[in-house]
C-alpha cells in the first residue's frame, strides 16, 4: 500500500522559514516526480513545486528564488525548503508522487501559516 506523510508544517512569522518533508512508502519511489501542492480557503488547489525523477525542478513564480525542493532517493523523502515566508503563502501543503494518470499519489496534507 501507497503511503506518503508529510511533516513540517506550523506557524511562522512573516520572512520565516520551513521546511516540509515527504516520507514515501509502497512504491519504487527513484522512478516517480514528486512535487508540492498547496490550497488556502476557497483557492483551488495550486502547484508549488515539481522534481523529476532525474532532478529536474521547475517552480511557480510566486515562490520562485524563496522555495527549493529536493528529493533523497535512498531515503524516499522529497522536501521544500521555504525561505523568506509571506502570509499569502499560508494554505495546507500536499506531497505528490506521480508515475501515470492512475499511480498518482497525495498525502493528507500539512497547515502551513505565516502571520505575525
Known amino acids: 500500500q501507497v503511503q506518503l506523510v508529510e511533516s513540517g508544517g506550523g506557524l511562522v512569522q512573516p520572512g520565516g522559514s520551513l521546511r516540509l518533508s515527504c516520507a514515501a512508502s509502497?512504491?519504487?519511489?527513484?522512478?516517480?516526480?514528486g512535487g508540492w501542492y498547496r490550497q488556502a480557503p476557497g483557492i483551488q488547489r495550486e502547484l508549488v513545486a515539481t522534481?523529476?525523477?532525474?532532478?529536474?525542478?521547475n517552480y511557480v513564480d510566486s515562490v520562485k528564488g524563496r522555495f527549493t525542493i529536493s528529493r533523497d532517493n535512498a531515503k524516499n523523502m522529497v522536501y521544500l525548503q521555504m525561505n523568506s515566508l509571506r502570509p499569502e503563502d499560508t494554505a495546507v501543503y500536499y506531497c505528490?508522487?506521480?508515475?501515470?494518470?492512475?499511480?498518482?499519489?497525495w498525502g493528507q496534507g500539512t497547515q502551513v501559516s505565516v502571520s505575525s
Open positions: 509502497g512504491l519504487v519511489f527513484s522512478i516517480y516526480a
Open positions: 505528490n508522487l506521480k508515475l501515470n494518470f492512475v499511480q498518482d499519489y
Open positions: 522534481i523529476s525523477s532525474g532532478g529536474s525542478t
